[in-house]
């Protein structure tokens, strides 16, 4: 949600051009600020920014993408599985990739051909894996066994389109990562020869559809050694989001997961579907994450008309949200987990606002929501990791340092 | 002294709502922000938060408030000494607490009841112990000896009534944990003995005052490993509080402590004899501690109009200092500890008001000494542990880093 100020919009921002009462009322009703997802300047990635609004430290937590996405996913991550993430995508006979998303295969093809790979048997017994499409040609792979596997080993994606599949290699000369980059150099290949010969790929090559042929992976992690949300303070925590990696992120921080019907992390989720699930999951539970990726998405592709129209409907998914709590005893804060540039399409390391609403809080003048204004807040300037105590103190759930 | 705003007070902060022209004055002419006593939304204890405005990150060096407290009582506790917290409390014949203050014991009975149980002598000879009443029911104990002990041991004190009194447990499987956790059962059981058969008792009872017939624990400690403020900042440095725990924290900091007649701790203290100590150190001495307790006591009470008239007490006192001291030779900070909320009775974890005046101040337009107005001060956010190198940095006492 939170971008910079641009020239289509009167060098305003699309938070500042956006028509945006019910976000403006929450500024207005309470303190405002502004927060670094991590530390000035440092661009976060959505697993980062995510874990440090929960509350954590993640210079010192951060383990990965994979096993957060893979968790995310449905797959029941233990601590010693090494997680990656996959793309399905398309290779020429010399395995150059042609496209890193195989033509942005459905998600019913990446099933079918999921269920395939599935079947391989790796040739050692003692070592299995789990693989999961997800959304399009987004999906994760575990790896799971003993002995013991390592984080430490390189991709396979190269990440550009015109370059040659990565052979995936050891990173530090321990013999884990020596065996773990063996079994997956294995296991990609046995993909390749798999989806290669697919019937499915033989139709889509008929129907002039890219094939998914190849299985590209990255990002190796192991889930990270966090207490849980409900540990930590004594709450129960929800998670309303779409996107898997939302979803583990939140799984790991030991929050319940709701599924919104019609919400699905894309700008055509309902919001009010969102809103209406979050005021009905507040009257049980202590503390709710509405997550909404669709902003980001829009920033992502450089639709600035799009970004806008995005922060109306949030706004009047927050309104819906404000207009059936109870204000005397609920405590609301927006922000957004991070800047995705629509100039750049990048996240990036900029500050963003936050305005938190509720009993006792010290108000402020703010009196619009955006990053600008929140600049001149009662929070001043904190992290993000800063917000969650902060919420816990005022709902007195936070534990005293000291005596 | 800081707060949240209540409706009792129109929504105004208690610093907001009193009439205190010398604080305000010190706003005016300094620089302002909020402070966060350790880190937002953590709240601290009166231990944490006092060594952290010092200038020590507590996160690193807090061993428990046992030892603090029993130094600032007046025992001279070495480093491998083990230190508790402890009340005088009232029992039933199943050790079910009654009263956890005894009555909130005079002065004259605790010292009395102390002065017996200090002639106990334990079964093990090399290990001897120090037994202090302090204010009222609160007592320290300080236990001393070879072969080594542990701070890694639960209290007798459940801190509930109607409760029964723990037994101390080893809280890991080291020798020394169980090893303390023996002794100190021992010296519980003997403490209970005496006080249970002491003419005094007998007396009180007599009087219908609550028997002061057993001694409950808290808090293993030692002291924490820091330098002392004259070492690292080349500066002489005086306490003036009456609390022994403040007391106890600043001895530590290798600050002198002044006693001075009519400071009590309480909301009855001689702040104007405080004011006048304050200024005549000033004349010999770089830095002055000047702790005023009163204003905590009235908050943990939840006493909104006491509170409002102890800080324009506090005013009266810093406008004595004010009017007494060389402006252009002298830096005035002023702020609190923590935040005590008036409706929680707690500890909170919100920033607090600072301000900071003296020659070549960045001077800013805050005109108010407040949470609010503090908060558009030209400081910003900071923590607590950063005010001594503030302050020291303006008196041309802290060392380059770098070269």
Redesign the interface.
């Known amino acids: 949600m939170a971008d910079r100020p641009i020239k289509e919009l009167n060098w305003k921002t699309p938070l500042e051009a956006a028509r945006k009462p019910s976000l403006n009322q929450i500024a207005k009703m309470g303190i405002c600020g502004i927060m670094d997802p991590i530390a000035p300047g440092i661009p976060p990635g959505s697993d980062t920014a995510t874990l440090a609004l929960l509350g954590y430290d993640v210079l010192k937590v951060y383990s990965g993408r994979g096993a957060l996405e893979a968790i995310g996913s449905g797959i029941n991550v233990l601590p010693s599985d090494i997680a990656f993430r996959c793309n399905f995508a398309t290779v020429n006979e010399d395995l150059v990739v042609l496209d890193r998303r195989a033509g942005r295969i459905v998600n019913e093809d990446a099933a079918k051909l999921a269920e395939s790979l599935q079947k391989i048997r790796l040739d050692k017994p003692s070592i299995e894996f789990l693989f999961k499409n997800t959304i399009q040609h987004r999906a994760t792979l575990v790896i799971r066994g003993r002995p013991e596997l390592s984080t430490a080993v390189s991709d396979s994606d190269p990440e550009k389109v015109g370059e040659k599949v990565s052979e995936i290699k050891p990173l530090d000369e321990s013999p884990e990562a020596k065996r773990t980059a063996k079994i997956l150099n294995e296991l990609m290949h046995k993909f390749y020869k798999v989806l290669k010969g697919h019937p499915l790929n033989k139709k889509r090559a008929g129907q002039g559809l890219p094939q998914a042929n190849i299985i590209l992976c990255r990002g190796a992690g192991t889930i990270p050694n966090i207490k849980a949300l409900p540990e930590l303070y004594g709450i129960t925590a929800v998670c309303i989001a779409a996107t898997s990696l939302i979803r583990g992120v939140c799984k790991v921080a030991g929050m319940k997961l709701i599924d919104v019907k019609g919400a699905t992390g894309t700008p055509q989720t309902n919001f009010v579907a969102k809103a209406k699930s979050t005021v009905q999951t507040l009257k049980t539970c202590d503390f709710v994450l509405l997550h909404v990726k669709a902003t980001d998405v829009a920033s992502h592709d450089g639709n600035i008309k799009q970004k806008v129209e995005l922060i109306e409907k949030i706004d009047h998914m927050i309104g819906y949200v404000l207009d059936n709590i109870d204000p005397d005893s609920t405590y609301l804060a927006v922000t957004a987990d991070h800047t995705t540039s629509l100039m750049t399409g990048k996240h990036e390391g900029d500050p963003v606002p936050i305005a938190i609403a509720g009993p ?5 003048d703010v009196e619009e929501f955006n990053e600008r204004s929140c600049a ?7 992290r993000s990791m ?1 917000l ?6 005022l709902l ?1 759930k ?6």
Chains 1, 2 share one sequence.
């Open positions: 006792y809080v010290c108000r402020d001149k807040g009662g929070l001043n300037r904190i800063d969650m105590p902060i919420l816990m103190s007195g936070t534990k005293k340092f000291g005596a």
